[in-house]
């Protein structure tokens, strides 16, 4: 089984933009790897732990995103909220396939399309912060208008995930492929391991991972919660 360890850092040395990723929750559902097959492209082989594959729901912010070049004080920042599961190309790459990421800022839904072609969608969405308790909500502004609400309580710090251990497996991932026509295109980051902290989802209220054509998710999830990193995005490689 492909590791999910980061790649070098000779292979990331190039740099295309950076954003920096806050308040990261990790909620993940085990599935069957032939519900997810005709949802992923052929070009990619779905990616499993321990005999079972994962949809992923990920809300969190992106702060100060912006160009190479470019200061962070003009940097973009919006609510995103991606639905995910994990691939690897001939062995090779392991990495995240989006089905959907909504995200607060046109902006970025039109820079992202264009330029990658990730199925982004236009959304609005707040988050409110009391003490160690963190509310979200986002809402697709087109079609059906699919939404997320997640309500979570934050607690103690734990530290990177182990590697080899499952937790590792769905929160550290380093390149994203997208097939664009008749080519893969993957894109890597760099970025330190996820902080992850003890968390508490209290409310879980969402129609994203249905929106994306997968059967609604009716069992308990596996929560995972980073306080951030700060993240340089390479250029595609296109195959």
């Known amino acids: 089984m492909p590791s999910a360890t980061a790649p070098r850092a000779s292979s990331v040395n190039l740099v295309a933009g950076y954003q920096n990723w806050r308040q990261l929750l ?5 599935v069957r790897a032939a519900e997810l097959r005709p949802l992923v492209p052929p070009s990619m082989t ?25 200061p962070p004080t003009i940097g973009l ?18 990495g995240v396939y989006f ?17 990658l072609g990730l199925p ?9 912060t009391a003490a160690n308790t963190v509310d979200y909500r986002l809402r697709r502004r087109v079609g ?15 530290g990177p995930a182990r590697p080899g ?14 097939q664009r026509g008749s080519r893969l295109w993957s894109v890597r980051v760099r970025h330190q391991p996820y902080p992850l902290h003890d968390v508490r989802l209290t409310i879980l209220d969402e129609q994203l991972v249905a929106a994306a054509g997968l059967l609604p998710r009716g069992d308990v999830p596996l929560v995972h919660f ?3 990193v700060d993240v340089a995005i390479g250029p595609p490689r296109i195959r």
């Open 26 to 30: 990790f909620v993940h559902w085990p």
């Open 46 to 70: 779905i990616h499993e732990f321990g005999g079972s594959a994962f949809v992923g729901l990920v809300p969190f912010v992106v702060e100060a995103a912006r160009p190479a070049g470019a």
């Open 77 to 94: 920042r919006f609510l995103e909220t991606n639905v995910r599961t994990y691939v690897h190309v001939d062995g090779r790459d392991p």
């Open 99 to 115: 089905f959907s990421l909504d995200a607060a800022s046109l902006l970025a839904v039109v820079g992202a399309r264009l330029s």
């Open 120 to 128: 982004y969608y236009w959304a609005s969405g707040e988050q409110r």
């Open 144 to 158: 059906r208008r699919p939404g997320c609400r997640v309500r979570y309580d934050v607690g103690a710090y734990q």
């Open 165 to 178: 251990s499952l937790e590792h497996f769905l929160v550290e991932r380093y390149v994203l492929h997208v």
């Open 226 to 228: 980073a306080s951030g």
